[in-house]
């Protein structure tokens, strides 16, 4: 079992002071883990995170990249500009932009292309609704979601990182089951082993409140290669936990 990848969603909050403790709390709590770890902050911290993770494990990341290079895009930033504060990492697609910010499947794909093309890893996000759960409808959502980032980058998909978040389980306490997240990670793996030979070892992240109590069951799943954590990246101590518990599952 190769490395799995835990990474924090900030999403919108921190401040300057909050941000320094959480950080500085994670460094004391980390010793030599055995998992990747990544943050991903809101734009305007970049600088500070990167400076307060440099010499950590821990890796810098973004929450939402441009689908354009430059010009006239108010608010926007740009994957070459994420790359100059040091990120690793973007996410990409996240159901909250898709819900608020009208983003299509084209465009997912498409900043997923630039992150790609400017040396980020992006962490592109699927996952259908409760309607269409129960609809049944959630592997043509997450196929074809997946499918229009396969197509549009062709053999560097090897690169990307999936985070399968069902939008019911995110910020509402409710999990799904090992079962029902295994279920979903390997029809996406088995979609990326159609477009890749090295989809074996790409990583397929599970996101929706995750937190130090399911983790290690989430985990330790055969296709679940990490986790894409919201609420508990806020708290040292269930960070701390997730990552310890993925730390555990290496062989
Ligand atoms: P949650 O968020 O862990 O708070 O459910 C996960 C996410 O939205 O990435």
Same mark, same amino acid.
């Given at each position: 079992?190769?490395?799995?990848?835990?990474?924090?969603? =900030?999403?919108?909050? #921190?401040?300057?002071?909050?941000? $320094?403790?959480? !950080?500085?709390?994670?460094?004391?709590?980390?010793?030599?883990?055995?998992? *990747?770890?990544?943050?991903? &902050?809101?734009?305007?911290?970049?600088?500070?995170?990167? /400076?307060? !993770?440099?010499?950590?494990?821990?890796?810098?990341?973004?929450?939402?990249?441009?689908?354009?290079?430059?010009?006239?895009?108010?608010?926007?930033?740009?994957?070459?500009?994420?790359?100059?504060? /040091?990120?690793?990492?973007?996410?990409?697609?996240?159901?909250?932009?898709?819900?608020?910010?009208?983003?299509?499947?084209?465009?997912?794909?498409?900043?997923?292309?630039?992150?790609?093309?400017? #040396?980020?890893?992006?962490?592109?996000?699927?996952?259908?609704?409760? /309607?269409?759960?129960?609809?049944?409808?959630?592997?043509? !959502?997450?196929?074809?979601?997946?499918?229009?980032?396969?197509?549009?980058?062709?053999?560097?998909?090897?690169?990307?990182?999936?985070?399968?978040?069902? &939008? =019911?389980?995110?910020?509402?306490?409710?999990?799904?089951?090992?079962?029902? $997240?295994?279920?979903?990670?390997?029809?996406?793996?088995?979609?990326?082993? $159609?477009?890749?030979?090295?989809?074996?070892?790409?990583?397929?992240?599970?996101?929706? *409140?995750?937190?130090?109590?399911?983790?290690?069951?989430?985990?330790?799943?055969?296709?679940?290669? #990490? /986790?894409?954590?919201?609420? $508990?990246?806020?708290?040292?101590?269930?960070?701390? +936990?997730?990552? +310890?518990?993925?730390?555990?599952?290496?062989?």
């Amino acid at each position: 079992m190769s490395r799995k990848l835990i990474t924090g969603n =900030w999403k919108l909050n #921190g401040s300057l002071a909050f941000n $320094a403790s959480l !950080v500085e709390a994670l460094r004391a709590g980390l010793s030599a883990p055995a998992c *990747s770890i990544a943050v991903c &902050v809101p734009a305007p911290y970049l600088a500070q995170i990167g /400076g307060l !993770v440099q010499g950590s494990p821990i890796d810098l990341g973004a929450q939402d990249v441009s689908a354009h290079e430059a010009g006239a895009f108010t608010g926007e930033v740009s994957a070459t500009m994420l790359r100059e504060f /040091g990120v690793r990492y973007a996410i990409v697609g996240h159901s909250e932009r898709r819900q608020y910010h009208a983003e299509t499947d084209a465009v997912v794909a498409e900043k997923a292309r630039l992150a790609l093309a400017c #040396g980020i890893t992006p962490i592109v996000c699927v996952g259908e609704t409760l /309607g269409q759960r129960e609809g049944n409808q959630t592997e043509e !959502v997450v196929k074809r979601q997946l499918a229009a980032v396969i197509h549009a980058n062709g053999h560097c998909i090897s690169e990307i990182v999936v985070a399968y978040e069902p &939008v =019911w389980a995110i910020g509402t306490g409710r999990t799904a089951t090992p079962a029902q $997240a295994q279920q979903v990670h390997a029809v996406l793996r088995a979609q990326l082993k $159609a477009a890749t030979p090295q989809a074996a070892r790409m990583q397929i992240l599970y996101g929706g *409140s995750m937190n130090a109590a399911n983790a290690a069951e989430l985990l330790g799943q055969p296709d679940i290669d #990490g /986790g894409l954590i919201g609420g $508990a990246s806020l708290k040292a101590a269930d960070f701390l +936990a997730i990552i +310890a518990a993925a730390s555990r599952l290496v062989a």
